[in-house]
Protein backbone atom coordinates (compact mmCIF):
# COMPACT_ATOMS: atom_id res chain seq x y z
CA UNK A 1 0.00 0.00 0.00
CA UNK A 2 1.06 3.41 -0.35
CA UNK A 3 1.93 5.56 3.11
CA UNK A 4 -0.44 9.21 2.17
CA UNK A 5 0.03 12.48 4.21
CA UNK A 6 -2.38 14.86 3.60
CA UNK A 7 -1.98 18.81 4.91
CA UNK A 8 -2.96 21.75 4.25
CA UNK A 9 -6.15 22.26 6.42
CA UNK A 10 -7.19 24.34 9.17
CA UNK A 11 -9.94 27.08 10.01
CA UNK A 12 -11.04 29.64 7.32
CA UNK A 13 -13.59 31.98 6.54
CA UNK A 14 -16.43 31.43 3.95
CA UNK A 15 -15.36 32.81 0.42
CA UNK A 16 -11.53 32.09 1.55
CA UNK A 17 -9.23 29.53 -0.28
CA UNK A 18 -7.10 26.94 1.20
CA UNK A 19 -4.83 24.16 -0.13
CA UNK A 20 -4.76 20.94 0.49
CA UNK A 21 -1.35 18.58 -0.34
CA UNK A 22 -1.31 14.87 -0.27
CA UNK A 23 2.10 13.34 -0.36
CA UNK A 24 2.74 9.60 -1.67
CA UNK A 25 5.02 7.44 -0.23
CA UNK A 26 5.88 6.06 -3.65
CA UNK A 27 4.70 5.52 -6.91
CA UNK A 28 3.31 1.82 -7.33
CA UNK A 29 2.10 0.02 -10.61
CA UNK A 30 -1.28 0.23 -10.62
CA UNK A 31 -1.67 2.91 -8.62
CA UNK A 32 -3.66 5.12 -11.43
CA UNK A 33 -6.18 7.11 -9.77
CA UNK A 34 -5.86 9.40 -6.72
CA UNK A 35 -8.63 11.04 -4.56
CA UNK A 36 -10.14 13.38 -2.09
CA UNK A 37 -13.53 12.62 -0.11
CA UNK A 38 -14.55 14.53 2.98
CA UNK A 39 -16.27 13.45 5.86
CA UNK A 40 -18.62 15.45 7.69
CA UNK A 41 -20.37 14.78 11.09
CA UNK A 42 -23.56 13.48 10.41
CA UNK A 43 -22.60 12.70 6.73
CA UNK A 44 -21.09 9.62 5.08
CA UNK A 45 -18.08 9.96 3.77
CA UNK A 46 -18.45 11.75 -0.07
CA UNK A 47 -15.93 11.87 -3.40
CA UNK A 48 -14.92 15.20 -3.26
CA UNK A 49 -12.90 15.14 -6.57
CA UNK A 50 -10.23 12.57 -8.44
CA UNK A 51 -7.25 12.76 -10.86
CA UNK A 52 -5.19 10.28 -12.27
CA UNK A 53 -1.27 10.55 -11.27
CA UNK A 54 -0.66 11.18 -15.14
CA UNK A 55 -3.33 14.43 -15.29
CA UNK A 56 -5.20 15.16 -17.32
CA UNK A 57 -8.84 16.13 -16.77
CA UNK A 58 -10.03 16.23 -12.69
CA UNK A 59 -13.54 14.88 -11.86
CA UNK A 60 -15.53 16.93 -9.11
CA UNK A 61 -18.85 16.31 -7.23
CA UNK A 62 -21.21 18.27 -8.29
CA UNK A 63 -21.40 20.80 -5.36
CA UNK A 64 -17.74 22.11 -5.92
CA UNK A 65 -17.53 22.46 -9.60
CA UNK A 66 -15.80 25.31 -10.66
CA UNK A 67 -14.52 26.17 -7.00
CA UNK A 68 -12.09 23.21 -6.39
CA UNK A 69 -9.62 21.69 -8.46
CA UNK A 70 -7.01 18.74 -7.91
CA UNK A 71 -3.74 18.53 -9.46
CA UNK A 72 -0.58 16.25 -9.36
CA UNK A 73 3.19 16.59 -9.19
CA UNK A 74 4.51 13.52 -10.43
CA UNK A 75 7.87 14.94 -9.11
CA UNK A 76 7.42 15.24 -5.66
CA UNK A 77 4.59 12.42 -5.49
CA UNK A 78 2.18 14.76 -4.35
CA UNK A 79 -1.61 15.92 -5.36
CA UNK A 80 -3.43 18.93 -4.14
CA UNK A 81 -6.83 20.20 -3.82
CA UNK A 82 -7.15 23.77 -4.63
CA UNK A 83 -10.32 25.10 -2.86
CA UNK A 84 -11.39 28.45 -3.45
CA UNK A 85 -14.99 30.41 -2.91
CA UNK A 86 -15.35 28.13 0.76
CA UNK A 87 -18.91 27.87 1.99
CA UNK A 88 -19.77 26.27 5.09
CA UNK A 89 -20.70 23.03 3.83
CA UNK A 90 -17.11 22.65 2.76
CA UNK A 91 -16.19 21.83 6.32
CA UNK A 92 -15.19 18.24 7.37
CA UNK A 93 -12.44 15.91 7.24
CA UNK A 94 -10.54 15.59 4.13
CA UNK A 95 -9.08 12.25 3.15
CA UNK A 96 -6.60 11.45 0.63
CA UNK A 97 -6.99 8.25 -1.46
CA UNK A 98 -5.25 6.12 -3.86
CA UNK A 99 -4.84 2.23 -4.93
CA UNK A 100 -7.96 2.49 -7.42
CA UNK A 101 -7.99 1.38 -10.50
CA UNK A 102 -10.16 3.88 -12.51
CA UNK A 103 -10.85 7.35 -11.28
CA UNK A 104 -14.06 6.22 -8.78
CA UNK A 105 -16.54 8.05 -6.76
CA UNK A 106 -16.64 4.90 -4.52
CA UNK A 107 -14.30 4.87 -1.61
CA UNK A 108 -14.32 0.86 -1.46
CA UNK A 109 -12.16 0.87 -4.60
CA UNK A 110 -9.62 2.78 -3.09
CA UNK A 111 -6.89 0.69 -1.22
CA UNK A 112 -4.86 3.70 0.83
CA UNK A 113 -5.82 6.40 3.15
CA UNK A 114 -4.18 8.84 4.31
CA UNK A 115 -4.74 9.91 8.24
CA UNK A 116 -7.57 13.12 7.34
CA UNK A 117 -6.74 16.88 7.58
CA UNK A 118 -9.81 18.97 9.05
CA UNK A 119 -11.35 21.80 7.09
CA UNK A 120 -13.26 24.30 9.12
CA UNK A 121 -15.19 26.87 7.21
CA UNK A 122 -17.11 29.80 9.56
CA UNK A 123 -19.49 31.77 8.33
Same mark, same amino acid.
Given at each position: ????????? +???? *??? /???????? /????????A? *????? *??? @??????? +??S?? +???????????????????????????????? @? $?????????? *? +?????????????????? $???????
Amino acid at each position: QVHLVESGG +GLVQ *AGD /SLRLSCAA /SERTVGVYAM *AWFRL *APG @KEREFVA +GSSWS +GGRGYYADNVVGRFAISSDNAKNTVYLQMNSL @K $TEDSGVYYCA *A +GASYISRLYEDYKSWGQG $TQVTVSS
